[in-house]
């Protein structure tokens, strides 16, 4: 162990390979189709609107019914 050479190597050599693998891992990506994204965008902003619309009522809700048990009180 003591008797190996560490061979380091220099600053362009290692931005050199990370650009290597990088684009070897984005080969390796599999990529959804336009129809896929539209789909799922769809999807995503109808959830979206959804919870806004669950939100907005319980929040309506909650301050009715602080109004009510402060006109009580």
């Not at 061979?7 to 599999?30: D, H, L």
């Not at 806004?52 to 048990?69: K, Y």
């Amino acid at each position: 162990m003591a008797n190996e050479k560490v061979q380091k190597r220099g600053f362009f050599s290692k931005v050199k390979q990370f650009f290597r693998n990088y684009k070897s891992e984005i080969k390796k990506i599999t990529w959804s189709s336009k129809t896929d994204v539209v789909k799922n965008t769809a999807v995503v902003l109808v959830v979206m609107v959804a919870a806004a619309i669950v939100i907005a009522l319980l929040d309506f809700g909650a301050s009715t019914l602080i109004d009510l048990l402060g006109k009580i009180a």
